[in-house]
């Protein structure tokens, strides 16, 4: 028999899908409190949530005669028609939050808006009004949600344990406290304090107080038309993504654009991992689709080509600074392995601060389920004449005095060349080492490439021609590998029994390199059935220009100026081909932190 479910049964089946976990209902609860213009929230969770969730914030309240309004599905006062869809300014517009939290779990909300003398206390349970009455307390408004899932038992059960829910809620809150630096944060986990900020604005130190870890310590701005954030230099890699953030007119969001845009953006620069990149980006709101995901997690960018580009710019502008230079603490700190689960607990005295929102103390909302009160439905027609204030802030995130400066090859003065591979330069209070070899293969390779794009290159002919052996199965190959290196400039051809001839190299190799790159590329020629294949040959050439750089070569001075000069003139010369750094720096400061001196 096809029935149409009860109101509520349909509400709990609908808060499956908002409603995972404690954290889903802590962010929509966050969300909520952004929209309303706070300037200040306090978070409190229990047993990582499970058992008591409270939001409190000192935003636009909601009045008495809308309080159980906001509890309807579709409820909302952020949209009143199918147009504004497309002009999502607020985190919330689905009116579905409130009536999905309520409807799986035991809620509570005081709130009062600034017209009126008193507010207004609501407890729902499952979903239904338990109780309503007037009380006393501050502008703003308070959520506590007990017993979350406690009607849905199959869902419980997809809970992790305290810990793990509140960690969840810890980096969550920790997310949005960089977003909103100008919003002040309070988080508290079964009674003690976790975190907060100062509402100051200051977003860099907003990252600092959420990630103490060494990674985030010399974190570069960038800046684009409609983009800000911080990043790590191309040294400074995790594992995982962890360490990118991005929020997009105010919204935490995944994105496989913006993921495009950072990998386009570093380059070759990134040997392994992933860079910390925490952008923000603010865009008109009807070029993003922001309602295809249901924790709106995820967003859909209509041009998705421009916003790839944004970010990719955003970050190669700046790659070519000093501060983009990996330090070799950097180095040190990305082992590639996963960053040991930071120490999430700043203990920090926070009673002052919670005795400046002293409102909270008025309020004692435990043990109110024993108030008289029947359960009463309330099937009012949203109403839609009261609008909270926005958050609206388009103040710049990024604080502008913080400089970089570009990289300048001109400054460097030659120190030294230490075990016959390494060339020490110094500029200013920054001493820099040249890994010979890397900054070699990156001039080698650039070359390589800029010639190979001209036209067919003539060959240079040599005097005593070599011959290469190749193994029966290479010789046996379709040729038409012949024609690539003739493109490149060898005069290659059969010379019978699994040998070939060449007469005459790329003008713009020396002998020894065209030999070992010739022969490097014969003898990855098997490995490859695709020849075809442009990713293929890249990397046959990108392996191949490797093998035809020689390390161990004992430089005198005069190379070693003429290396950092070639070097100097690279596109790109700060990594080899493979994205190992050609040079990285030791700043005097960190010398004489090493000398305990600091
Ligand atoms: P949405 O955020 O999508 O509008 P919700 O179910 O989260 O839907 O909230 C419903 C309505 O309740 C909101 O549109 C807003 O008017 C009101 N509301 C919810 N939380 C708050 C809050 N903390 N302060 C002021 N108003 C709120
Ligand atoms: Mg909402």
Redesign the pocket.
């Known amino acids: 028999m096809i029935r149409v479910l009860d109101s509520f049964i349909a509400d709990k089946i609908a808060a499956g899908e908002v409603i995972e976990r404690p954290v889903s209902v802590v962010k929509?609860?966050i969300?909520?409190?952004i929209?309303?213009g706070?300037d200040s929230l306090i978070i409190e969770i229990r047993n990582g949530g499970k058992s008591y969730i409270r939001?409190t914030?000192d935003?636009?309240?909601?009045p008495s005669e809308?309080t159980e309004?906001?509890?309807l599905r579709h409820?909302?006062?952020?949209?009143a028609s199918v147009s504004d869809l497309d002009n999502i300014t607020?985190?919330?517009?689905?009116?579905?939050?409130?009536?999905?939290?309520s409807a799986v779990s035991r809620l509570t909300?005081v709130?009062r808006t600034e017209k009126e003398t008193s507010g207004t206390k609501l407890i729902l349970h499952g979903g239904r009004i338990f109780s309503r009455e007037a009380v006393g307390t501050n502008i703003?408004?308070t959520?506590i949600i007990e017993e979350l899932f406690y009607n849905t038992p199959a869902r419980r059960k997809f809970m992790g344990t305290d810990a793990r829910e509140a960690a969840a809620v810890i980096d969550l809150v920790q997310q949005y406290a960089i977003r909103y630096s100008n919003i002040r944060f309070s988080l508290l986990n079964n009674g003690t304090s976790i975190f907060n900020t100062d509402g100051g604005g200051d977003t860099l130190s907003a990252i600092k107080r959420a990630y103490p870890n060494k990674e985030y310590a010399n974190l570069i701005p960038v800046a684009g038309k409609g983009i800000q954030g911080f990043i790590s230099d191309p040294g400074t890699t995790q594992s995982t993504r962890r360490g990118q953030l991005f929020f997009v007119n105010g919204r935490l969001v995944h994105s496989e654009d913006i993921n495009k845009g950072i990998e386009k953006g570093y380059g070759d620069r990134i040997f392994q991992g992933f860079p910390i990149a925490i952008l923000f980006i603010d865009i008109e709101p009807d070029t993003i689709d922001v309602n295809i995901h249901p924790g709106k997690k995820e967003i859909k960018f209509l041009n998705q080509k421009e916003i790839i580009t944004l970010v990719a710019d955003a970050i190669a502008s700046v790659m070519n600074t000093e501060e983009a230079v990996p330090t070799v603490k950097s180095l040190h700190l990305s082992q590639y392995q996963e960053s040991i689960n930071q120490d999430i607990t700043v203990p920090v005295d926070i009673r002052e601060y919670l005795q400046g929102l002293n409102r909270d103390n008025q309020m004692d909302l435990s043990d109110t389920y024993s108030a008289t009160g029947e359960d009463i439905e309330v099937y009012k027609k949203p109403s839609l004449n009261?609008?909270?204030s926005f958050n609206t802030n388009t103040e710049p995130l990024v604080n502008q005095s913080i400089s970089t400066s570009t990289f300048n090859f001109d400054e460097l003065i030659l120190k030294g060349y230490i075990f016959d591979t390494y060339i020490i330069m110094q500029a200013k209070d920054t001493i820099y080492l040249i890994d010979q070899h890397a900054a070699h293969e990156r001039i080698f390779y650039e070359n390589f490439i800029k010639n190979f794009k001209k036209s067919e290159q003539l060959p240079q002919p040599i005097l005593k021609p070599f011959t290469l052996w190749v193994s029966a199965d290479v010789y046996n190959i379709d040729r038409d590998w012949i024609y690539t290196l003739t493109k490149m400039g060898y005069d290659i051809s059969d010379f019978g029994v699994n040998s070939f001839i060449v007469r005459g190299i790329p003008a713009y190799m020396t002998k020894e390199e065209a030999e070992r790159f010739v022969s490097a590329y014969l003898d990855t020629l098997n490995e490859i059935t695709d020849i075809d294949n442009r990713i293929v040959i890249d990397k046959l050439i990108l392996k191949s220009c490797k093998s035809a750089v020689k390390a161990n070569d004992k430089l005198s001075e005069l190379e070693i100026k003429e290396l950092v000069e070639s070097l100097s003139r690279c596109e790109n010369p700060f990594s080899c081909p493979h994205g190992r750094p050609t040079f990285f720096k030791v700043t005097k400061y960190e010398i004489e932190q090493s000398f305990r001196r600091r």
């Not at 935003?59 to 909601?62: A, C, K, R, Y």
């Not at 607020?90 to 939290?101: H, N, P, Q, T, Y």
């Open positions: 929509e609860l969300e909520n409190s929209d309303a706070a939001v914030d935003g636009s309240g909601i809308e309004t906001a509890f409820a909302t006062s952020k949209l607020s985190l919330g517009f689905r009116g579905e939050a409130l009536a999905s939290i909300i709130t703003g408004t959520i009261y609008k909270p």
